[in-house]
């Protein structure tokens, strides 16, 4: 009889502990590693030209997330980003060394990588390349099986415009990359900081990200479990008596 009672309570303290361990746990907070921007056909594939965050083996992708004038967020020796997203809308701005023939390219995409990843992207955009202040060309999620990764190989895009980890979900709300004599600013070089006499292709992109809450209506307050306990306890209790009268 004791042994019954035990199993009960026992049962009743394991759902109170994770009933509270649901309600205090929390999304994990996701970071932004890596970029790559390249050249495109009108379908999303690939081309010769690359930017990108980190490796020496293309020109570099400088980005800023304070406005077109901020202060870039790359490593300065590695030129690595890791820039962690919290909730709300992040607009980033991408400087990357150019030069007048890349403004005969159609389109250009645009990979984006999160913890750490470096050959499947999380998110891949492309769209026609600005070729004016106040062109603003559409964009799509690319789904190419030919894009760049981060690792110098080639891989599919992520066909979309959103990543999701646990409960929290980047989408890339805004994208546009421009030739580069639209700004004409000369802020970058292939492989550093600093002018060189060309100017840069200026590229820019926002994120929202958005954390779902755990909807705590859908079970027990802890309170209520106590009271359950209390109940179970009792009721247990209550059977043990019971039995007991009817065996006397």
């Known amino acids: 009889m004791t042994k019954k009672l035990l199993t009960k309570l026992t049962v009743a303290t394991t759902s109170l502990t994770l009933v509270t361990l649901g309600t205090t746990s929390s999304a994990q907070a996701i970071s932004l590693t890596g970029l790559i921007e390249f050249v495109t056909n009108g379908s999303g594939n690939t081309g010769i030209y690359t930017w990108d965050t980190g490796a020496d083996r293309h020109w570099d992708l400088w980005v800023t997330n304070d406005g077109e004038d901020g202060e870039f967020i790359n490593d300065p020796s590695t030129r690595n980003i890791d820039f ?10 991408m400087y990357g060394d150019g030069r007048s023939s890349l403004g005969n390219q159609s389109h250009y995409g645009l990979n984006l990588f999160f913890n750490g990843e470096t050959t499947n992207p999380g998110i891949s955009v492309f769209g026609a390349l600005a070729r004016s202040a106040d062109s603003n060309p559409d964009f799509l999620p690319n789904s190419s099986g030919s ?6 190989s080639f891989v599919p895009g992520s066909g979309t415009l959103s990543f999701i980890d646990g409960l929290t979900t980047v989408t890339l709300t805004d994208y546009i990359y421009q030739a580069s004599d639209v700004q004409q600013k ?9 002018s060189n006499d060309y100017w840069d292709m200026v590229g820019q992109f926002t994120l929202n990200v958005e954390t779902t809450d755990l909807d705590s209506t859908s079970v027990p307050e802890p309170v209520s479990v106590l ?22």
């Open 186 to 194: 000369d802020l970058v070089s292939e492989r550093s900081i600093g």
């Open 227 to 248: 009271g359950l306990l209390t109940v179970g306890a009792f009721g247990a209790g209550a059977t043990l008596k019971c039995n007991k009268k009817q065996q006397a």
């Open 84 to 93: 962690e997203l919290t909730e709300g809308i992040h607009t980033f701005t």
């Open 147 to 152: 894009t760049r990764g981060l690792d110098g």
